[in-house]
């Protein structure tokens, strides 16, 4: 009889993984989407009427990135005040990466739905338990809009042109949502530009290597780079800030910026990894997982292209950075850990693709099956003896009612603010209680003093008075 | 038509709409070859209708390298005026405290503003801004910014009293 229930679970492995995932991991992040509320720089997003001016407006002052712009004016719940939509939209993000995750192991990794859920499950405690920043990631919608959603559709990319690249004769569906994702990626971040370019080589280099025959399908790809960063280095907005930077000699500006980009990702992997246990523990029980994986998807490597993708696949994480310590120069700091989010994402992807390609064979004979459960049970004990694990921090701010008080004390404050005669005076009180999970710190500060005037617009207020309420 | 044929076209069609979808989008922000001149006021008049509501003693002294000597210069300025109107608002300060001073100049230069225009310096940047009531007034009041720490501060204000003087016209 016990042998029989030990079978029972081995075989259901990948699915105790998903269903366990959902209830341990994602249920305390999706509660405390209820508690997520505006943050100062969302009011700034939420003044300017209309859609399209909105989109223009930002296209001809700011920026080129007309995709998340287009997310400001269409996709904002505050510009129809609407604050429980507001807590909706981490719940959307969340399942979009998970959706993103199946999409891409079922592309790359497994032909099996079950399986592809079990991997999306662990690569997404991957991505949580030492996220630079959660605010950020989920919480914060300017912020969301601009690092995870590019994120996910460059995901997407990756898995429909892989598709493509691999499909039948006339790959046209998976053609288009790459089109599409490749304007959402160019005018959403430009931290994925460089990815974005080397992905392409990538297809071009598998189509020749394999003979996939899909030249006119990737010039049509090529086309679609060319045109959605034209329309991101036309920005008048982008014209206007690399004028700045005209006098500076661009050859040691570059250099300058690669290297600080190595040392942030040096530090950055270090502390990713650095007393990680779940990340050790997941990592084995991926590994032994891919061992019970009939459908799992054989590149044949040899040891000399293993070391190549390794090298490429460090090397590239300081693709991911660079745009921003060029863009930033001197002002660039390891503490802006909202840039590290992208980066973050593709090392634990990375992670999981290199254990794929590790030796197939055990050099003794092991249960891998019974051996998976017990490491992803150690797993799950290490999220919660973490300290720095942002599983364990969203649990404490949940039963610790912080959440719950952090949203009341915001509440509170936007009630006041709503409430307030036209053009009076409002005092706004300090939060006693800014829960880790969500307090982003962006709000009534001396360093965000810049969007009182879009708060005291968007209430119609004509002064803000920050006080220490009792 | 063959199969391959038809494909073919689909992928012609698919890069056609690519690049009538680029055309479209820059003709659409008025800004396939630069910003027009009309567009640029629209942008400007609507981040000054912002800053009109953002007026306050102060943000105006934060923005200001040295608000002493920016109000100094303002005075002088205003009581050396041959413009009835111009002395006329001058007295008016005379009732009221140094910051009161700097706080009404600032209130009235954005009561009467209408589009500004930014140039860059050798150190930091002139903003101009021309007012709204007399069309053939093209006299700017300009606000020259000193550059410091990668922060633009107020260092003086120069023509308020022609500025004020072709609002009183």
């Known amino acids: ?470 | 038509m063959s199969v391959a044929i038809k494909y073919n076209t689909v992928l012609i069609l698919i890069s056609l709409v690519i690049f009538g979808f680029t055309l479209l989008f820059k003709l659409k922000t008025e800004s396939l070859f630069g910003i027009s001149k009309e567009m640029q006021n629209q942008l400007n008049q609507y981040e000054l209708n912002k800053r009109k509501q953002d007026i306050s003693i102060k943000s105006i002294k934060a923005s200001c390298y040295d608000a002493d000597i920016v109000l100094d210069k303002l005075l002088v300025d205003i009581t050396t005026s041959k413009n009835p109107c111009v002395i006329n608002f001058g007295l008016s300060l005379q009732e009221q405290s140094r910051d009161s001073a700097l706080f009404k100049i600032v209130e009235k230069i954005y009561e009467h503003a209408y589009i500004f225009e930014n140039e860059s310096t050798l150190e930091g940047q002139t903003t101009k801004i021309y007012p709204k009531a007399n069309p053939k007034c093209e006299v700017a009041v300009a606000l020259h910014f000193t550059k410091i720490d990668d922060k633009l501060l107020l260092e003086e204000i120069v023509h308020f009293d022609d500025y004020l003087s072709c609002e009183c016209q």
């Open chain 1, 1 to 470: 009889m016990s042998l029989f229930l030990k079978r029972n679970i081995a075989n259901s492995f990948p699915t105790i993984i998903t269903i366990s995932f959902l209830l341990i991991v994602l249920c305390p992040f999706a509660i405390l989407s209820i508690f997520a509320v505006p943050n100062l720089e969302d009011y700034a997003e939420s003044i300017i009427p209309e859609v399209w001016w909105h989109l223009k407006f930002l296209y001809l002052t700011y920026d080129g990135r007309f995709f998340t712009s287009f997310l400001f004016a269409a996709a904002n719940p505050l510009k129809i005040e609407s604050y429980i939509l507001y807590s909706c939209i981490p719940i959307v993000l969340i399942g979009l990466v998970y959706f993103s995750f199946f999409r891409f192991f079922i592309s790359f990794l497994t032909k099996s739905k079950k399986y592809a859920l079990a991997y999306s499950s662990l690569l997404f405690i991957f991505f949580l338990v030492r996220n630079p920043n959660i605010p950020y990631t989920f919480y914060y919608m300017i912020s969301s809009y601009v690092y995870l959603v590019p994120s996910i559709c460059f995901l997407f990319l990756l898995s429909y042109s892989f598709e493509m690249l691999k499909g039948k004769d006339s790959p046209l569906y998976p053609l288009s949502i790459s089109i599409l994702m490749i304007f959402c990626i160019a005018g959403g971040n430009e931290l994925l530009l460089i990815p974005s370019l080397v992905w392409f080589f990538i297809l071009l280099t598998l189509n020749k290597s394999y003979n996939y025959n899909k030249g006119k399908e990737l010039m049509v790809v090529f086309i679609a780079i060319v045109c959605a960063y034209f329309l991101v280095f036309s920005s008048p907005g982008v014209a206007n800030a690399l004028a700045e930077n005209k006098e500076v000699n661009p050859l040691a500006y570059g250099i300058n910026a690669l290297l600080k980009s190595a040392s942030f990702m040096s530090y950055n992997i270090f502390q990713w990894l650095s007393g990680n246990l779940s990340l050790l523990f997941g990592s084995i029980a991926v590994f032994l997982l891919m061992h019970t994986d009939k459908d799992l998807v054989h590149y044949k490597l040899n040891f000399p292209k293993k070391i190549g993708i390794l090298i490429f696949m460090i090397l590239s994480l300081l693709l991911f950075i660079f745009p921003y310590t060029w863009a930033v120069g001197t002002k660039a700091k390891i503490s802006y850990t909202q840039v590290q989010i992208i980066p973050y994402l593709f090392f634990v992807i990375y992670l999981m693709l290199l254990i794929s390609i590790l030796p197939k064979k055990f050099p003794f004979k092991l249960n891998t099956k019974t051996l998976s459960l017990f490491f992803t049970c150690f797993m799950y004990l290490a999220l919660f003896l973490d300290k720095n694990s942002t599983v364990r921090t969203a649990y404490i701010d949940l039963f610790s009612q912080e959440a719950f008080l952090y949203h009341s004390e915001v509440m509170e404050n936007i009630e006041k603010s709503k409430n307030a005669q036209a053009g009076g005076v409002v005092t706004i009180c300090n939060l006693k209680h800014p829960a880790r999970s969500l307090f982003s710190g962006v709000y009534f500060n001396e360093l965000n003093e810049d969007f009182h005037l879009q708060y005291r617009l968007y209430y119609g207020l004509k002064e803000i008075k920050v006080s220490t309420c009792q």
